[in-house]
């Protein structure tokens, strides 16, 4: 059998969304596709170089918003999708902080974010902070988001019996995901134009 990189990566997929990422290993793809885990290294130097190629073919689902003449609902939109992605596989967050963003797909998603924070009003010397200030809410959020969904409902009202009134304000598990993403962007938007407007 004629094993490629995308072989390889839809291989790793398939063990990412039975196993997680601790259950991801050279050995552990080597096995599901019926190889000896040596041969995986003539396709990739080692397990960051996988994640690369994993993170790109998850990017390859993105689906690039239209674009608009309001770079906030723009970015909305962008970042809802990059969720939906996220969302689509397990320990995707993982795979996408542990890889660097440089392939194809990945820098197109990062242009065009960028292209729309600067006509927003982000400075060109504080564009890299505020784009990774947003993918790192978004990459936090959906772990967190993922969290909260695979805990046992018994484990979740277990410590909910323990949080006293005070506790239950910043530990409470929204009842609307998406609802409190999209608030978050917009408090984190709210700070960009507050900056702004004071300079």
Same mark, same amino acid.
């Given at each position: ?5 995308e072989t390889i990566v839809e291989a790793s997929v398939k063990i990412l969304n039975r196993n997680g ?5 050279? $050995? *552990? %793809?080597? #096995?599901? +596709? ?15 170089? &996988? ?59 990062? $242009? *065009? %974010?960028? #292209?729309? +924070? ?15 200030? &947003? ?8 772990a967190d988001e993922c969290r909260f969904k695979n805990t046992p409902p018994d484990k979740l009202h ?42």
């Amino acid at each position: 059998m004629a094993i490629s990189k995308e072989t390889i990566v839809e291989a790793s997929v398939k063990i990412l969304n039975r196993n997680g990422i601790e259950g991801l290993s050279m $050995r *552990a %793809i080597a #096995k599901e +596709l019926n190889i000896k885990a040596a041969s995986l290294y003539w396709h990739f130097s080692g397990k960051l170089d &996988l994640y690369g190629a994993i993170a790109e073919y998850l990017c390859s689902r993105y689906e690039m918003p239209e674009e608009s003449d309001d770079p906030k609902d723009y970015l909305i939109a962008s970042y809802r999708a990059y969720r939906t992605m996220l969302l689509s596989t397990r320990d995707s967050v993982p795979v996408l902080e542990n890889s660097i963003p440089y392939t194809p797909r990945r820098m197109e998603i990062i $242009r *065009a %974010i960028s #292209k729309a +924070l600067l006509k927003m009003g982000v400075k060109e010397q504080t564009l890299t902070t505020i784009a990774n200030l &947003l993918n790192n809410y978004v990459l936090s959020f959906v772990a967190d988001e993922c969290r909260f969904k695979n805990t046992p409902p018994d484990k979740l009202h277990e410590i909910d019996k323990m949080l006293c009134p005070q506790d239950k304000l910043f530990l409470s598990i929204p009842s609307d995901f998406d609802e409190q993403f999209i608030y978050g962007l917009q408090v984190l938007f709210a700070g960009l134009e507050a900056l702004k407007n004071r300079e």
